[in-house]
């Protein structure tokens, strides 16, 4: 079985298809690790890895200079 879409799990949705790995290694086997990302989900840890404080992340989400995933409204997830 070459694996080349698989179902994973999404936080929104439930489950989605997802492309997966059209190539396999010899020694070191490949595997798709997780769902795809909701857009703005490391948004936070981004700002916080580049040095942005708390009160600067809240002023650029305010500003709407940047969008972390609550912007979303879930039909399926935890938030309506």
Known sequence: QRNWLVNLPHRVVGHAGHVGLPYDFSE???VVQGG???V???TREILTELGYSEAQQEQLLA???VA???CYMYELGEKV
């Open 40 to 42: 703005g989900e490391q």
């Open 36 to 38: 795809p990302l909701i």
């Open 28 to 30: 070191t086997p490949a």
């Open 63 to 65: 500003d709407q200079v």
């Open 68 to 70: 972390d995933e609550s």
